[in-house]
């Protein structure tokens, strides 16, 4: 199983930025996917996650800022930010507790490499 995470980058205070993540491999099915970040120096922390049709559940640094969206059937997550802070800066993982076709008794997290987000004053 592979999660792959795309669309950080630097921008301005104020401004957005759209990150993507896609789950690939031997998938049975996903229970809920999720993002996660880790800022420098700081343990990394949830952004907010939704499992199956249930609503996303935010930070309450992030909430009414940013949104999570999925997509079940394409097995991605996107992150939409909006009024980006300097404080968002980090590197965002994007996380799947996934249930595999080869051990579909033992669900298992996965968790994507990884996508700098730089947010400037």
């Known amino acids: 199983v592979q999660l792959q995470a795309s669309g950080g980058g630097l921008v301005q205070a104020g401004g957005s930025l759209r990150l993507s993540c896609a789950a690939s491999g031997s998938i049975l099915s996903i229970d809920n996917m999720g993002w996660y970040r880790q800022a420098p120096g700081k343990q990394r922390e949830l952004v907010g996650a939704?499992?199956?049709?249930?609503?996303?559940n935010y930070a309450d640094s992030v909430r009414g800022r940013f949104t999570i969206s999925r997509d079940v059937e394409k097995r991605m997550i996107y992150l939409q930010m909006n009024g980006l802070k300097p404080e968002d800066t980090g590197i965002y993982y994007c996380?799947?507790?996934?249930?595999?076709?080869?051990?579909?008794?033992?669900?298992?997290?996965?968790w994507g490499q990884g996508t700098l987000v730089t947010v400037s004053s």
């Open positions: 996380h799947a507790h996934v249930i595999t076709i080869i051990d579909p008794i033992a669900p298992r997290d996965y």
């Open positions: 939704v499992a199956g049709g249930s609503s996303p």
